[in-house]
């Protein structure tokens, strides 16, 4: 198995905390649009509410210094990184504060050594009606939202725009089914506050010129909010040395059972979300005792990570504990980020995994055997072939040939793997959360200078 290369102090060691995502809910068994409706109705339910808290919200005086983070998946990906490095940073001026979707989450991060508030408390609400700065992951649900009012919004989207984001995806803001008139009219109202909601973020760093294009697109954002600065994850993707591999080694231990953790190769298969369809087809046709046969012929091993949402329970009814080297990831809380440096090739789709993998320059075998359908609902913003390279597998036999000629000449994966980092990232130092941590002392008047040590 490929040595892996990280940076130090990532693991996800903190709970997942999934029931408040801004952009996505649990449960995978209603049709996508159903779906999307339901969560949108929780979203909404506290929609009156927000005309009182707007006087106080915008009337509240605010601390440029005090910059408060949060992501609805927990403690974890690009807000934590970039938390984790202005904590480290120590501006002057600057107080970083962790505000969790939890007591437990605020728990586990303080044992960690650091200012963790739980969002739903009193001191989280007073936090979030101070603070100069709001840093946020998927979206305002992460924070107390009607308490933001005029604190500079800091966008770090959790992947790379392939599918299509929000004011791209009207459907995604749907409320009530139906074509009648009152369906219609609440949706358009539906619609407009929520694009005016997300048009009010103040910085938005993006990857690369088109990923800052399609951002600006998705959220009604202006070139000055889309400044290519790159994205906290490639710091740890990019980052190499001896505790960098300790620390991927502890992580592919967590997933692996011991006797198959000597593997020669780590194959990672790591499907999206699909907005709540059911995914019993991602594991029709699969042939186990075929796969079994080809991973061992190759010394390697398949390591099923799902989305945070995905269906555990499809790929547990199609046998995989029979498998002898096909291993179902448990729902452990893992950094995948760190994951990836494990991995000697990829198994994905319309997934953002994809890109960040692609920086590594390993192969990846695309599976996309929803295509004509994920087309006609979700839909992406460029044509499947720009992203595969025109090598897409639509079935699972179609699926384990490709794997087996990615074994055997991995060059035409590698190379359209190029293509995608190319388009995709433009920043390949660890340097991003230095540029992103610099445009925010900039913007909110701040001495760049660091406090001396304690």
Known sequence: MRSAHTGASYRGDVEEHRADSTDETAGVSSPPKGHLRARNLRRYMLVPLYPLAWPIAYGAPRRPGLWVFAYAQGFKDNPRYLFEHVVAAGHRGVEAVWLAQTSAEADAVRRLGYTAVAKRSLRGLLLSLRAGVVVLGTGPSEVNRTLVGRAMIVQLWHGAPFKRLHADFPEGDELLG?????????????????????????????????????????????????????????????????????????????????????AGRLVLFAPTWRDGRREDFLVEGMDLAALDALLEAEDAVLLIRLHPYGDHGVFAAAGIAAAKRVVLSPEADIDVNVLLRAVDLLITDYSAISVDFALLGRPIVYFMPDLEEYEGSRGMY????????????????????????????????????ASVADRYITHRDTQNCERITAEMLRRCGLDRSRAPAV
Do not use: M
């Open 178 to 262: 139906g074509s009648g008139l009152v369906p219609r009219l609440v949706n358009s109202v539906v619609r407009w506050a929520t694009n005016r909601t997300r048009s009010k973020i103040d910085l938005f760093p993006a990857q690369s010129p088109a990923c800052a294009a399609r951002f600006r697109s998705a959220f009604r954002i202006g070139d000055e909010a889309t400044p290519v600065l790159g994205t906290p994850r490639v710091d740890v993707l990019a980052r190499a040395g001896e505790d960098a591999e300790t620390e991927a080694a502890a992580t592919v231990a967590a997933l692996l059972p011991s006797h198959l953790r000597d």
């Open 382 to 417: 460029e044509s499947p072939a720009a992203l595969t390279g025109g090598l897409h597998t639509a079935s699972w036999p179609e699926l384990q040939t490709a794997l087996s000629r990615a074994f055997a000449e991995p060059g035409p994966y590698v190379r359209a793997a």
